[in-house]
């Protein structure tokens, strides 16, 4: 193959990939926005509504929030077990390798990036569902 043919295929490769994620993206954001206007419907229709369903649905939606929260916080805390553990090898690795220079402590980078994360995952992410989002507690 010559140098024109495989400059095309790559092109039409990144093309499609680029369009591929365009697409992904653009039905994504469409999806969230549907939920997110079915939810605020509901809410509407609920607020409009007197009795023990109203409180009962907002209870629902008040319930699915906070296991969204959980979950975000969740995925915090593994990001930051994965950075640190990466962080670690990568440490070791370079120590092992380049004994008479000091390139390990670029494993410190990930190192503190996951403990970082986990900081946050475990301390403040708490904190700011206790206190409403502010990360202190009030004065």
């Not at 365009?22 to 007197?50: C, I, N, Q």
């Not at 959980?70 to 995925?75: F, S, T, V």
């Not at 962080?87 to 390139?103: E, K, T």
Request: net charge positive; charged share 20%.
């Amino acid at each position: 193959m010559n140098g024109s043919a495989i400059a095309l295929i790559v092109a039409a490769g990144s093309f499609s990939l680029f369009g591929f994620l365009a697409v992904t993206t653009w039905t994504d954001a469409r999806r969230r926005e549907r939920e997110a206007y079915y939810r605020s419907e509901t809410l509407k229709k609920l607020a409009e509504t007197t009795g023990a369903g109203g409180t009962t649905a907002i209870e629902l939606f008040k319930e699915q929030e906070r296991a969204a929260d959980r979950r975000r916080r969740e995925a915090m805390r593994l990001g930051g077990l994965v950075t640190f553990a990466a962080g670690v090898g990568i440490w070791v690795f370079l120590m092992n390798v380049a004994r008479d220079q000091d390139v390990q402590f670029a494993g410190l980078i990930p190192m503190l990036i996951g403990m970082a994360l986990l900081l946050y995952g475990y301390i403040l992410a708490p904190l700011q569902e206790r206190y409403g989002g502010g990360g202190a507690p009030p004065r």
